[in-house]
């Protein structure tokens, strides 16, 4: 079964501070790795993605870090606020199927 | 901006019975999925639908559980009979290829 490896499992950083989150996979038939958060009550939204062809994506204060060797990808939150206290998902589509698998998700909180 | 809608919001029945969840995509998006999710608990992938037929389903999506799209209208999840276990947010999303699903606001299932 297709998964994606999402750790920590919670997260506390304090305002200011820069939020990693790591996830890996072992698929090669992903092919694409978007993020997003979801507040309490709300659906997933979604963050920024990046393909296998970049080791790098940047917008704004969130970047993710790609190494496609070791199939690991990270999202740094940098300059964190307590507005990005929130669920944030990994996830991985599947090059052949389209499919979208979900990691398990970290729930940041940003403390003042 | 685009928004995949969902209908209804909640839907309360008791086991047993059929429930119908409905999904309108963004008009332009071509490949549908749905998603359960508990308690804001892992999204977990169910089934993705393009062109007419099921890409992919995992073992969540239960022989009590079909899919369709007929004739470009809302895209369904039809559960019967349901069971109590079915209790969960469902949320469908769409997208157009190689990018990351929009998500609907998700139908709440309580199944008594």
């Known amino acids: 079964q297709q998964q994606v490896r999402q750790s920590p499992q919670s997260l506390t950083v304090w305002e200011g501070e820069t939020a990693i989150l790591n996830c890996s996979y072992e698929?090669?038939?992903?092919?694409?790795f978007p993020w997003y958060h979801q507040f309490p009550g709300e659906s997933p939204a979604l963050l920024i993605a990046i393909r296998p062809v970049s080791n790098k994506k940047e917008d704004g204060r969130f970047t993710i870090f790609f190494n496609k060797r070791e199939k690991k990808f990270s999202l740094h939150i940098a300059d964190s606020q307590p507005g990005d206290s929130a669920t944030y998902f990994c996830a991985a589509k599947d090059s052949n199927t389209n499919k979208v698998v979900f990691g398990t998700g970290t729930r940041l909180q940003v403390l003042p | 901006g685009p928004k995949v809608l969902q209908i209804p919001s909640h839907q309360i029945i008791d086991m047993g019975q059929m429930v119908t969840l409905n999904c309108d995509p963004v008009s332009n998006h071509l490949y549908f999925y749905w998603y359960k999710q508990i308690l804001g608990q892992q999204m977990e992938f169910l089934v993705n639908?393009?062109?007419?037929?099921?890409?992919?389903k995992s073992k969540l999506f239960k022989d009590q559980f079909s899919v369709e799209r007929p004739d470009g209208s809302y895209f369904t999840l039809k559960i019967q009979p349901t069971a109590l276990e079915d209790s969960a947010v469902y949320f469908c999303?769409?997208?157009?290829?190689?990018?990351?699903?929009?998500f609907g606001e998700g139908t709440r299932l309580s199944v008594l």
């Open positions: 999303a769409s997208s157009l290829d190689s990018q990351a699903p929009l």
């Open positions: 698929d090669s038939t992903f092919d694409y």
């Open positions: 639908f393009y062109n007419g037929k099921v890409m992919e």
